[in-house]
């Protein structure tokens, strides 16, 4: 294992004396938490392929020393998610996929349809800008523009069957990013762009094996930059959930989603959006049938 400092300068820019700040805490973090940091290191040097992620991927250090993911996580509860989460794509998801996800390469999950002269689109992807709420993401793009994303990971669920934990949902950060979004839209046959990330992102969880989705809610997410100097939510993740079919659990900081997300049937829809309705739903199932088509090819 290379010393904390040697760590530390690979993950953080030491010209940037905030960063320089947070690469001392971290060496600090770690000397107390030396004999766990020594078995982090040790579970991926197990594995030839988790042993390249290390080069590709430093994080994994840093993560479980610093409070990231979901309200109140622990040390060891950090620990453990990182492991689970690498262990199960090392163990389902070709290595050069895999590797690749790291590498900040983008999966495409649908091809997408054309909205404002761009293309809408959807993938698997990463960036370590995103690892304070998760280890990965699926990410809704209007040509290089991120419109969506869910942040996640995965790990054992309540029942200890694979599951989707969702960290955060963010939006678009655009100029415009209101009439965008009413745009994308409209594209989508009136159905919202922040439904339809999550969509994918079921359709992707359903692929993967897993068994069940969690959510952050507004008392689980990680921190508090969601709410403003007035106490208002800026994004309230818990509206959200239970208006995509989400149910309370024990644990108030997580909230379970459905794998599937519940449709109207024709008889339930008003005779003059049933053409509407008609659009949306072929538009949906061939994400389903597109999603499913993608990431069965990257499985081991």
């Known amino acids: 294992m290379q010393s904390f400092y040697e760590l530390s300068k690979r993950i953080y820019d030491m010209k940037n004396p905030r960063e320089a700040r947070r690469a001392l805490i971290f060496c600090v973090r770690a000397y107390f938490r030396r004999a766990q940091m020594r078995e ?23 993560q479980p020393t610093r409070a990231f993911f979901y309200n109140k996580s622990t040390f060891d509860e950090r620990v ?11 163990e389902h998801i070709q290595k050069d996929v895999f590797l690749g996800l790291y590498r ?5 999950l649908w091809s997408g349809i054309p909205c404002m002269g761009e293309q809408m689109t959807a993938s698997l992807f990463f960036d370590s800008g995103q690892r304070k709420e998760g280890l990965m993401s699926v990410i809704l793009r209007l040509g290089e523009a991120a419109l969506y994303q869910i942040i996640f990971w ?13 960290g955060a949902m963010q939006g678009p950060n655009m100029v415009h990013a209101r009439d965008v979004v009413k745009q994308a839209t409209k594209a989508c046959h009136s159905y919202r762009t922040k439904n339809l990330v999550l969509y994918i992102a079921q359709a992707a969880a359903r692929t993967l094996g897993l068994r069940h989705i969690y959510a952050v809610t507004n008392m689980g997410y990680y921190a508090n930059n969601h709410v403003r100097i007035d106490r208002k939510l800026k994004t309230d993740f818990s509206a959200f959930w239970h208006e995509a079919g989400g149910i309370d659990t024990d644990d108030a900081r997580f909230m379970e989603l459905p794998l599937v997300e519940a449709r109207k049937t024709m008889e339930e829809v008003p005779t003059r959006k049933r053409a509407v309705y008609r659009r949306r739903f072929a538009l949906l199932d061939e994400i389903d049938r597109e999603v499913a088509e993608r990431v069965t090819a990257i499985l081991r």
């Open 104 to 108: 900040r390469e983008s999966l495409p």
């Open 80 to 90: 453990r998610l990182v492991e689970s989460h690498m262990l199960f794509l090392r």
């Open 40 to 62: 982090l290191d040790l579970f991926f040097r197990k594995d030839q392929v988790l042993t390249a992620l290390l080069d590709i991927y430093p994080f994994v250090y840093e």
């Open 154 to 166: 995965i790990a054992p669920g309540r029942d200890g069957l694979p599951a989707m934990w969702i």
